[in-house]
DNA sequence: ATCGGTGCAAAGGTTTTGCAGGCGG
DNA sequence: CCGCCTGCAAAACCTTTGCACCGAT
């Protein structure tokens, strides 16, 4: 866990707006003003690969980054783009159940990306 | 309807292998040989907006183009990459039902996205 | 001294776009 | 004749990678 590492997590966590890489940049740089973007990637890779952070891909758009790890899925305002978190409820959680579909494939996880529009876009 | 969408959305419902840009490209060409990557991308993004063909775009990857419009999902293996259809049968689809998360956004779709292993790489 | 991680810059891959020309209406 | 669509090429965009250097062990 190198300073730069410790940085990128820590402003990541600070944030619930799912920024890209390049967003992320931008606030690490106030505390180290020599990072480069390409060591940004390389640590939000590691940081994901030990599932210390989450990306989030929605399809069509740039690749973004959760520092929340907790269980929950993620909608998309198709107006402006922002993302918001969806807390799962025990509801919820019931519906996608991997024994029910039918194919071939051994099922191992799925990702599911609401889409709708925020309260900001609604009243516009 | 120019000739060149039109080869372009025959060629994609021939297939049932999801292909890229690219990929279609290769086909395409072989009618119309002059034809331009550019002018692929252009008429897919006409196409689907036109809800002619669909666009699938699995997260990391590059973008993907359906021919089938009819209501299916996707599965993608983690080992080869490759995506198949998932069919819903009314036992699935019955799975994700719009009102039942906890947002404050006005929710208008969702796109579900399995992942597993395919049979062939089961076996290996 | 070694080794992993870094900064920098360049490369890489995919998608988009500007522009002049062509085709059909 | 007009306007849309095309082919071509360049640009744009995001992400990855090669390399030399640095800092910590």
């Not at 305002?77 to 509801?91: F, N, Y």
């Not at 519906?95 to 990306?113: A, C, D, I, K, N």
Request: net charge negative.
């Amino acid at each position: 866990m190198t300073r730069q590492r410790e940085v990128i997590l820590r402003e990541l966590r600070k944030l619930t707006s799912h920024p890209t890489a390049d967003e992320l940049y931008l606030l690490v740089r106030e505390h180290l003003p020599r990072i480069s973007l390409g060591t940004i990637y390389r640590n939000l890779e590691e940081l994901s690969a030990a599932g210390l952070i989450q990306k989030v891909e929605f399809g069509g758009g740039q690749r973004r980054f959760d520092g929340d790890i907790t269980d929950h899925w993620h909608v998309k305002c198709t107006d402006c783009g922002r993302i918001a978190d969806v807390s799962p409820d025990p509801e919820s959680t019931a519906q996608v159940s991997l024994g029910s579909f039918r194919t071939e494939f051994e099922l191992t996880g799925y990702r599911l990306e609401l889409m709708g529009t925020c309260p900001a876009c609604q009243q516009a």
